[in-house]
């Protein structure tokens, strides 16, 4: 039995309430609009031998909380990259609202396999936290999913599981708990990829008002602009 049993068990009688209550009352919003796929010329205005970028994941990836794809963490990350490298970035966001990481390795990671991408980036956390995937099958998942990447990537890469006890539109304790268990997944999420060779990325981006989005849950255009800024400042031209 998992250490968050015993950490959750005397905190249940509150803590499912409050969870089915926000399934219930949350806002949803759609996915951003079609096309997920794009290209960011150079700033000269060069599209020769563009970088071809890949992120598989959640709703993040789907860009929930904007309306194109664009203005979500893949078409901000191709855009920031494509300035910072002085050449043009071919994109690819291939996302599911409520996913967790088995559906990518299912179900969104397959058609992707048959192309050849300089950066793949897996985006995951949020709901193998508050969907209660075993640790160890997160791992493993994670695991299967960096080795099939590795095979058509040159780099992959791995966000921080973001910190679901920042997240205000969840209610307290049940935003404690989950962010507990957020960080023992981010913890887990490290170790695999430093085990398989892949990169770990940190999430820096402010869990305030003006960088969420009408539900409280998901980045607004500002905050993926600002996460994408945190993961380009943490790479260097040596990576490309």
Same mark, same amino acid.
């Given at each position: ?18 969870a089915i209550w926000v399934?219930?009352? +949350?806002? %949803?919003?759609?996915? $951003? ?7 960011? @010329?150079?700033?000269?205005? !060069? &599209?020769? #031998? ?63 396999? +048959?192309? %050849?991408?300089?950066? $793949? ?7 193998? @936290?508050?969907?209660?995937? !075993? &640790?160890? #099958? ?89 996460w994408a800024a945190g ?10």
């Amino acid at each position: 039995m998992s250490r968050w049993w015993y950490l959750a068990a005397p905190a249940l009688p509150l803590l499912l309430p409050q969870a089915i209550w926000v399934k219930r009352t +949350a806002l %949803r919003l759609p996915d $951003a609009q079609q096309p997920w796929q794009g290209l960011v @010329t150079a700033p000269d205005g !060069s &599209r020769d #031998r563009p970088l071809k970028l890949l992120l598989v994941g959640e709703s993040t990836v789907a860009g929930v909380g904007v309306e194109r794809q664009e203005q979500a963490l893949t078409g901000q990350l191709a855009s920031q990259l494509a300035q910072q490298l002085g050449r043009p970035v071919q994109w690819q966001a291939a996302g599911r609202n409520g996913a967790v990481a088995a559906d990518c390795l299912q179900d969104l990671l397959p058609p992707a396999l +048959a192309q %050849r991408w300089d950066i $793949a980036l897996i985006v995951l956390g949020v709901n193998d @936290t508050t969907h209660l995937t !075993s &640790r160890p #099958r997160w791992r493993r998942t994670l695991q299967c999913l960096i080795e099939q990447l590795g095979r058509c990537s040159g780099q992959v890469m791995l966000t921080e599981v973001p910190p679901l006890g920042h997240f205000r539109a969840l209610p307290q304790p049940l935003r404690g708990w989950f962010g507990l268990r957020a960080g023992l997944m981010d913890a887990d999420l490290r170790r695999v990829a430093h085990s398989c060779g892949a990169r770990y990325l940190s999430l820096d981006m402010p869990f305030e008002p003006g960088y969420l989005a009408r539900d409280g849950y998901h980045p607004s255009a500002a905050g993926y602009q600002q996460w994408a800024a945190g993961i380009v400042r943490q790479l260097s031209s040596s990576t490309f």
